[in-house]
């Protein structure tokens, strides 16, 4: 069998949709699945949209994500240039050829004359599909016309009758009357090639034999095959993907910072995370299962569990997926990735990371939420003396009062702070005071948290507080409850 080559063909547009690095792994699977390649080719023909930067927003996307390409423009590799831009020559002489065999022709239309004919269809209810006016030309007038130098285009001279089919992995068997294809411009005036064109010459040069793409790509596929029929050239296999949605309605939207991949890096979700989710949102592994790394995705990838309907990206799952594994992570990569989110509240603080970030591990669902929840060890948030009541620990403002008069005296008198002493010393007062433990330890973490959820209880808090602010949130929350 011959080897299986798939391509991510990625539009520098500086940021990577979610869509598309869910595109750019299914070719990764399928590729490493098969013992093939994966091969990455920047399509950049679109010079108008040019972005600073933007392939290597791509690079480093696909190797954080753990997809590494076998051939690419950074990495070369026995078809490159792998940069469209580069090959820019590369494409007239193919157009040219099919100028000579009939299946392609000059077009001098003018954008003017072009949008006068549109609107003269459109004002008679018509879809405007370009006339093949150019295409009655004498070869004379042609060859008059290039010699001065009017600026053309290449057109596609697509067949008017009949129709054309091909089967897709995922949508099965596609078929197209003929006379809605219209003649696709393959070469532009600036000589380039439109995306139309390249996407068959190259495909064809590297040696691609499956092309998974975006479902926009579906309807015009049967004009890429017109193109490789008529160079003699073996057509792929073509895998088109629905599109990732939000919901059974809405897109991913830019506005709402839920599409690109750095919109969820910089919320705090990790690679591993996403990745495992993304492969799951269009594809099932056929059981149940839903935890795999890179490794054990390839391993079970099939395509043809591929979905037809549309995939549903539902962030809330994506959260679950990365508080699991925030919870397995290796304590120290842990701490090494809170910490940014630690220091943007606690900075300067003095509050042991070490200790917050045990106390933190298994509490955090993304990185994003954990500022809001440590923020109250740099400061006391304002709160209502309604929080010391709770039903279960028995407590109300009344007991709590109790409870910090009981403390404070205990809390002064620890000279080691540490966590064994303080839980000694704390538990044996309330002992010797005959109260139940919740009735205080409950009262004690409202006054130095001023929150009902805190990573870990009165002690730990008391100790990454340290004495004398422990001692200052206890004289605070008497104040409050005094005024009760
Ligand atoms: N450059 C195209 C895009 O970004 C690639 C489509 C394809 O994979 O053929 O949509």
Same mark, same amino acid.
């Given at each position: 069998?011959?080897?299986?080559?798939?391509?991510?063909?990625? &539009?520098?547009? $500086?940021?990577?949709?979610?869509?598309?690095?869910?595109?750019?792994? !299914? *070719?990764?699977?399928?590729?490493?699945?098969?013992?093939?390649?994966?091969?990455?080719?920047?399509?950049?023909?679109?010079?108008?949209?040019?972005?600073?930067?933007?392939?290597?927003?791509?690079?480093?996307?696909?190797?954080?994500?753990?997809? *590494?390409?076998?051939?690419?423009?950074?990495? $070369?590799?026995?078809?490159?240039?792998?940069?469209? &831009?580069?090959?820019?020559?590369? =494409?007239?002489?193919?157009?040219? @050829?099919?100028?000579?065999?009939?299946?392609?022709?000059?077009?001098?239309?003018?954008?003017?004359?072009?949008?006068?004919?549109?609107? /003269?269809?459109?004002?008679?209810?018509?879809?405007?599909?370009?006339?093949?006016?150019?295409?009655?030309? &004498?070869?004379?007038?042609?060859?008059?016309?290039?010699? /001065? #130098?009017?600026?053309?285009?290449?057109?596609?001279?697509?067949?008017?009758?009949?129709?054309?089919? =091909?089967?897709?992995?995922?949508?099965?068997?596609?078929?197209?009357?003929?006379?809605?294809?219209?003649?696709?411009?393959?070469?532009?005036?600036?000589?380039?090639?439109?995306?139309?064109?390249?996407?068959?010459?190259?495909?064809?040069?590297? #040696?691609?034999?499956?092309?998974?793409?975006?479902?926009?790509?579906? &309807?015009?596929?049967?004009?890429?095959?017109?193109?490789?029929?008529?160079?003699?050239?073996?057509?792929?296999?073509?895998?088109?993907?629905?599109?990732?949605?939000?919901?059974?309605?809405?897109?991913?939207?830019?506005?709402?910072?839920?599409?690109?991949?750095?919109?969820?890096?910089?919320?705090? !979700?990790?690679?591993?995370?996403?990745?495992? !989710?993304?492969?799951?949102?269009?594809?099932?592994?056929?059981?149940?299962?839903?935890?795999?790394?890179?490794?054990? %995705?390839?391993?079970?990838?099939?395509?043809?569990?591929?979905?037809?309907?549309?995939?549903?990206?539902?962030?809330?799952?994506?959260?679950?997926?990365?508080?699991?594994?925030?919870?397995?992570?290796?304590?120290?990569?842990?701490?090494?990735?809170?910490?940014?989110?630690?220091?943007?509240?606690? /900075?300067?603080?003095?509050?042991?990371?070490?200790?917050?970030?045990? %106390?933190? @591990?298994?509490?955090?669902?993304?990185?994003?939420?954990?500022?809001?929840?440590?923020?109250?060890?740099?400061?006391?948030?304002?709160?209502?003396?309604?929080?010391?009541?709770?039903?279960?620990?028995?407590? *109300?403002?009344?007991?709590?009062?109790?409870?910090?008069?009981?403390?404070?005296?205990?809390?002064?008198?620890?000279?080691?702070?540490?966590?064994?002493?303080?839980?000694?010393?704390?538990?044996?007062?309330? /002992?010797?005071?005959?109260?139940?433990?919740?009735?205080?330890?409950?009262?004690?973490?409202?006054?130095?948290?001023?929150? @009902?959820?805190?990573? $870990?209880?009165?002690?730990?808090?008391?100790?990454?507080?340290?004495?004398?602010?422990?001692?200052?949130?206890?004289?605070? $929350?008497?104040?409050?409850?005094? *005024?009760?």
């Amino acid at each position: 069998m011959k080897e299986v080559r798939t391509r991510f063909a990625p &539009s520098p547009t $500086g940021f990577m949709h979610l869509g598309g690095l869910r595109t750019a792994l !299914y *070719n990764y699977l399928f590729a490493k699945k098969m013992g093939g390649k994966f091969i990455l080719r920047i399509e950049d023909t679109d010079q108008e949209r040019f972005v600073e930067g933007a392939t290597e927003v791509i690079y480093d996307t696909l190797r954080g994500c753990g997809m *590494n390409w076998d051939e690419g423009p950074d990495i $070369g590799g026995d078809y490159g240039p792998y940069i469209q &831009s580069e090959r820019k020559s590369l =494409y007239l002489p193919y157009a040219q @050829q099919l100028v000579k065999s009939g299946h392609a022709y000059y077009c001098f239309c003018t954008r003017e004359e072009l949008d006068g004919r549109r609107a /003269a269809a459109e004002a008679k209810g018509e879809v405007f599909k370009y006339d093949k006016h150019c295409l009655h030309l &004498s070869p004379e007038e042609i060859q008059a016309k290039l010699d /001065a #130098g009017v600026p053309y285009v290449i057109r596609q001279n697509a067949p008017t009758e009949g129709e054309s089919s =091909y089967d897709d992995l995922v949508f099965g068997h596609m078929s197209f009357p003929n006379d809605t294809l219209d003649d696709m411009v393959l070469i532009k005036q600036d000589g380039m090639p439109t995306y139309n064109f390249a996407n068959v010459i190259d495909d064809h040069l590297m #040696g691609i034999t499956h092309v998974m793409r975006g479902l926009e790509y579906l &309807s015009s596929t049967p004009k890429y095959n017109l193109l490789y029929e008529a160079f003699g050239w073996e057509v792929p296999q073509y895998i088109h993907l629905p599109t990732v949605m939000r919901d059974a309605t809405h897109k991913l939207s830019k506005r709402d910072g839920d599409a690109y991949y750095s919109d969820y890096v910089d919320k705090g !979700y990790l690679t591993e995370a996403l990745i495992n !989710y993304l492969a799951l949102v269009g594809w099932n592994p056929g059981d149940d299962r839903e935890f795999f790394t890179m490794d054990e %995705l390839i391993d079970v990838f099939d395509v043809h569990r591929l979905n037809k309907a549309p995939g549903i990206f539902d962030v809330d799952k994506l959260t679950w997926f990365n508080h699991h594994y925030i919870c397995q992570m290796d304590f120290e990569r842990y701490l090494e990735l809170v910490t940014p989110w630690f220091d943007k509240v606690l /900075a300067g603080k003095n509050i042991d990371y070490r200790r917050l970030a045990q %106390l933190m @591990q298994e509490r955090t669902e993304v990185f994003n939420r954990v500022p809001d929840m440590v923020r109250f060890l740099a400061e006391l948030p304002d709160y209502d003396v309604e929080l010391y009541t709770h039903k279960k620990m028995k407590t *109300n403002p009344d007991v709590a009062r109790t409870a910090l008069n009981l403390m404070k005296p205990v809390l002064e008198g620890v000279e080691d702070w540490n966590e064994t002493t303080l839980h000694d010393t704390v538990m044996a007062a309330i /002992a010797d005071a005959g109260m139940k433990n919740g009735a205080v330890l409950w009262p004690l973490r409202i006054a130095i948290s001023g929150q @009902q959820n805190t990573p $870990g209880g009165a002690i730990e808090i008391a100790w990454l507080l340290g004495k004398e602010e422990t001692l200052r949130r206890v004289d605070d $929350g008497l104040k409050r409850l005094e *005024n009760a």
